[in-house]
């Protein structure tokens, strides 16, 4: 031997023999039976998935051809694709094998399938009747063999036609392809078992003649999708002969569902087929075997479970009487799709799903190929839950099959399309592996196998190179059903849909204007326009609008303006077309679709942010996606957006973006109750100073390149003041604020005031973002002082010039942006000013003053001032003066008092007792709802003036749908002016009531 050449053994061992020597052996037994030299056995061998077993079988069989006198026709398969068939036959399955060797007269069928009908074609209705002598043309056939000769008979042709279909299948370059037709065939075949079946047991039954039974075929062999062994869950239905006493027809009926279950799975000379399981008939067990339509009728509408309507979904009339089951049929097809009305359907079916995954034994969990995650009934369950939910109003999807079910819901967009193909795909596969694991030994089973043999020969059988790579698809698809399956199965508007009555989710024109009329939409006429727009079509993006509109319109009616809302919905729908996920992800999560219908339905400002920035809806979804970001985030984003632009234009843009960004989050929480006005307005306040932080670096960098210096000679910063520097911001407020410089450079002062100016710009100037007003008359000197002001300036102003009321402003001022030291400067400067040892002369009376004259002329002319949230009485204006009063008073022997913000102030002041404790109260309730009324009147986004509580009280019911209460509108108002009017009270006592010499 040279050491190129290769002993046959090795040959035998790379072609997947597991014990070579042994094959050599039987390939020169079966040659030597034969009479033929095979040129190249081991390729041949390549081909089997159990090599070994295969070539045994074939001795085997060669050796029963030679005693039967068929060796000639086993000789002609040589070298032939019907004789490839037979060797990949008999290296699947073992039973069919065995089968073969008791029948090698059946060898001839290797060769005439080559001129037959392809297997999916041959009515195996016929092929089995005849096999026991019936005629298939009769309306009930009766077989001229009856006992255990039909028996037979029926079973050697049912398994002749069910080596056809293995052959075929292990033969396929591409099983997962012809899995579909497999399944078919092997239905129409238990089916065909089951007429052939019957047809004996009239042979047996004298008085067949006065019933007409049917045979409804459930589960997988009704919806056409069998496995090779299962057990075949059939249900029995019977109605009397003409002139036939019910009572009789069922006895007679029932004796012949007995026998034909029995010819099927009962013993006999040739094995069993499977197992005819009748459970799922109504009561189960415990019921009778036969009934009459109207009986299954009567049971299926007062008693029946909700999973016996999900098993409804798959009957199919497969034997007997072909009109009886028709019947059957006509009366239960409908339930199926009404089901869903009943309470709590949904919740009921995912909770049996769970309990069918506890009975799984864990240590089989991992294998089950049915029953396991990621295994064939999640991808069932999955497609049934969307069949019973959406098929109530879309017909398309009544249908039996799995696979036929799936591309209906990817054609009608209940199923995205990449998930489709994935679930398609993977069931396919899966359905490939248990064929081939029962094929083996036509055995029901549905585990993967442990050992490394039986693994071995089931990748080389589902055509997978390695077991390492079957390994890989197997987790990869467990991975991928199970996550689908938890996605889809448990999604979360799938109850929501099915509480709907069925009128409710029909988009009919007068069922849908019925309904916008019944649930408060104005013009419901209109309304329907802008669900015709959205769901007219045959488009991807019209179905799911289908499926999502019934639920829809429900959650815009609990908003405040569902015409409003469904018009902005349209909008925003129409704006999104092109945005696959836009679709999919109010599909699939039932809380972004209620929240995105209440924001729409009741905030026009949050509307508008929406439609502006569309992927602002992704949030939706998830509660930590709405959470304000803190302001460490915020700046984290903009000084990377600074960073990576060189373009001031760019970056201002970005960071506008950011503001904008932040203002729509913090909106929508708003709306949705997720936080209260106070964190709203703080989180606004630090949405202006990432900007302005973000805006000062741009300014200083233009500023440097103008002026043609490396770094500017000063420090510069900016101080927020008013309800900005108290973190008090509204969604709709400018920003006042106050610059401040330090340095010894003689062009300081320009500089500075150049920086402000750019600063102003940038934020102010029109542009793709919206603008953030700054407003810098709070400075000293108001309009008349410079813009920008050094530290040594302002010292001297705040020391010798400033009035009371200045003091008092600097209560707010809070350094927002710029340099760290020159705001640390700044605020020890000002502390002593707005924290005095005591009140200088005059103070008090000139605030009374002001505050007096503020009231008297700065509010609008025709307003009704107890309806000013600001400036009325017992307004926001009432509660800050008081507040303020206590810290400049207090501020400087009471650390605590020293904040900007007024709710904190007003806390510090109660527990030191500076403030009476249910006078503090009444102060908060009032500015806290104030505060409220404020934010909800911008968050409605219809009135110019925030601070005007509006007199509608449709209006009012608005804003208190938006503060979350479960007050009207007039409630609303009441309240209000209830706590104003107390708040007034108390400000009159502590704020004008006080003297010089008051605490």
């Known amino acids: 031997m040279s050491a190129r050449e290769v002993s046959f053994t090795t040959l035998l061992r790379r072609a997947g023999a597991a014990d070579p020597a042994r094959a050599a052996g039987l390939v020169e037994e079966i040659q030597g039976i034969v009479g033929i030299e095979f040129p190249d056995p081991a390729t041949l061998v390549s081909y089997l998935a159990d090599p070994d077993a295969g070539l045994l079988q074939l001795v085997r069989l060669a050796e029963a051809a030679r005693d039967a006198g068929h060796l000639d026709t086993l000789r002609g398969l040589a070298a032939t694709e019907a004789g490839a ?118 042979h047996d039954e004298p008085d067949h003649a006065a019933t007409r039974l049917a045979i409804i075929a459930m589960g997988k062999c009704g ?272 109850p929501v849909v099915a509480r709907l009555s069925a009128d409710e989710a029909r988009l009919d024109d007068a069922a849908a204007r019925a309904r916008l009329a019944a649930v408060g939409f104005v013009d419901p006429a209109g309304a329907y326009r802008h669900i015709q727009a959205l769901t007219e079509g045959v488009s991807r993006s019209a179905a799911i609008q289908r499926q999502l509109m019934p639920a829809m319109i429900g959650w815009f009616a609990q908003g405040a303006d569902p015409d ?41 400002y949050v509307a508008r942010a929406l439609l502006a920035s569309g992927e602002a809806v992704t949030w939706l979804d998830r509660d930590e996606d709405l959470v304000p970001r803190a302001y460490e985030r915020l700046w984290g984003e903009a000084d990377a957006v600074l960073r990576r632009s060189n373009d001031p234009a760019q970056a201002i843009t970005a960071l506008r973006g950011l503001r904008r960004r932040e203002l729509s989050r913090v909106a929508a929480a708003d709306v949705l109750g997720m936080i209260n006005a106070s964190h709203a307005a703080k989180a606004v306040s630090h949405a202006a100073d990432m900007v302005i932080e973000g805006a000062l670096r741009i300014a200083q960098h233009r500023v440097r390149e103008a002026r043609g210096l490396d770094e500017l000679p000063i420090r510069f910063a900016v101080v927020a003041m008013g309800r900005y520097g108290g973190l008090e911001m509204g969604y709709q407020s400018d920003a006042d604020v106050q610059f401040v410089w330090d340095g010894d450079a003689k062009d300081g002062q320009a500089i500075a005031v150049q920086v402000a100016q750019e600063l102003r ?132 022997a009471h650390p605590e008092l020293r904040t900007t913000m007024t709710l904190e102030a007003l806390a510090a002041a109660a527990d030191l007792d500076l403030i009476a404790r249910p006078d503090a109260t009444i102060l908060r309730s009032a500015w806290v709802l104030a505060t409220d009324l404020r934010g909800a009147l911008a968050l409605r986004g219809n009135v110019r003036d925030t601070d005007v509580l509006p007199g509608d009280v449709r209006e009012l019911g608005v804003l208190a749908e938006i503060l979350g209460s479960t007050r009207s509108g007039s409630q609303l108002d009441e309240r209000y002016s209830r706590n104003a009017r107390r708040a007034r009270a108390v ?4 704020f004008f009531g006080w003297d010089e010499d008051a605490r």
Not at 802 to 816: G, T, V
Request: aromatic letters at 6%; one cysteine or more; a neutral charge.
């Open 564 to 604: 409003a809302g469904l018009l902005a919905f349209r909008q925003l729908s129409e704006q999104q077309a092109s945005s696959q996920w836009y679709l999919k992800l109010l599909r699939d999560s039932a809380t972004a679709a209620e929240r995105l219908a209440r924001l729409l339905s009741t905030s026009g």
């Open 85 to 202: 068939k037979l060797g990949v036959l008999l290296g699947g399955s073992l039973a069919l094998g065995d089968f073969l060797i008791r029948h090698p007269e059946l060898l001839a069928d290797f060769t005439a399938w080559a001129d037959a009908p392809a297997f999916p074609e041959v009515d195996v209705r016929a092929v089995l009747l005849e096999a026991v002598g019936a005629d298939p043309a009769d309306e009930a056939p009766v077989a001229a063999l009856g006992g255990a000769e039909g028996q037979v008979a029926m079973r050697v042709a049912y398994r002749r036609a069910l080596m056809r279909v293995a052959a075929e299948d292990l033969y396929s370059p591409a099983p997962p392809t012809l899995m579909p037709a497999v399944g078919a065939a092997l239905a129409d075949l238990a089916g065909a078992a089951l007429e052939a079946a019957l047809a004996i047991a009239r």
């Open 987 to 990: 400000t009159e006592r502590l």
């Open 761 to 892: 710009t940038l934020l102010q100037k029109v542009g793709p973002q919206p603008p953030l007003e700054i407003d810098a008359d709070l400075r000293p000197e108001g309009r008349n002082g410079p813009l920008a002001r050094s530290l040594a300036s302002c010292t001297e102003y705040y020391g010798r010039w400033a009035d009371a009321w200045e003091a008092q402003a600097l209560l707010r001022a809070r350094p927002c942006a710029g340099d760290l030291e020159l705001r640390d400067a700044f605020v020890r400067m000002i502390d002593e000013v707005r924290y005095p040892p005591r009140l200088p002369d005059g103070a008090l009376k000139q605030m009374r003053l002001l505050k007096a004259r503020m009231e008297a002329e700065r509010l609008p002319r025709g307003i009704d001032p107890r309806r000013h949230l600001k400036l009325g009485p017992g307004g926001l204006s009432d509660v800050e003066w008081v507040v303020q009063l206590t810290q400049l008073r207090h501020g400087h």
């Open 223 to 494: 919806a056409r999708e069998l496995n090779y062994v299962s057990d075949v869950d059939v249900i029995y239905v019977a109605e009397p002969a003409e002139g036939v006493e019910d009572e009789r027809s069922l006895r007679v009926a029932t004796r012949l569902a007995v026998a034909a279950a029995k010819f099927c799975s009962g013993m006999g000379i040739e094995p069993a087929l499977w197992e005819v399981d009748p459970n799922l008939r109504p009561e189960g067990r415990d019921g009778p075997l036969v009934r009459n339509v109207s009986a299954h009728r009567a049971y299926y509408e007062r008693w029946a479970e909700t999973w016996e309507f999900q098993a409804l979904l798959k009957a199919r009339p497969v034997a007997g009487d072909p009109a009886v089951g028709e019947r059957y049929i006509e009366a239960m097809w409908p339930m199926v799709w009404s089901a869903v009305e009943r309470d709590g359907f949904v919740e009921s079916a995912q909770a049996m799903r769970r309990r069918v995954e506890q009975h799984v034994p864990s240590a089989e969990a991992d294998r089950q190929i049915k029953l396991g995650p990621g295994g064939l009934r999640d991808v069932e369950f999955t497609i049934q839950m969307l069949q019973l939910v959406h098929g109530r109003a879309d017909e398309s999807l009544r249908v039996r099959g799995t696979l036929d079910a799936l591309a209906r819901l990817r054609a009608g967009g209940y199923v995205g399309r990449p998930q489709a193909a994935t679930m398609d795909r993977s069931y396919r596969q899966l359905r490939v592996w248990e064929h081939r694991l029962q094929m083996r030994k036509l055995t029901r089973t549905h585990l993967m196998p442990e050992g490394d043999q039986e693994r071995r020969v089931l990748a080389r059988a589902s055509g997978f190179a390695t077991v390492h790579y079957m390994d890989e698809v197997w987790t990869d698809i467990r991975r991928d059903v199970r996550a689908m399956h938890l996605e889809m199965f448990y999604r979360p508007i799938l």
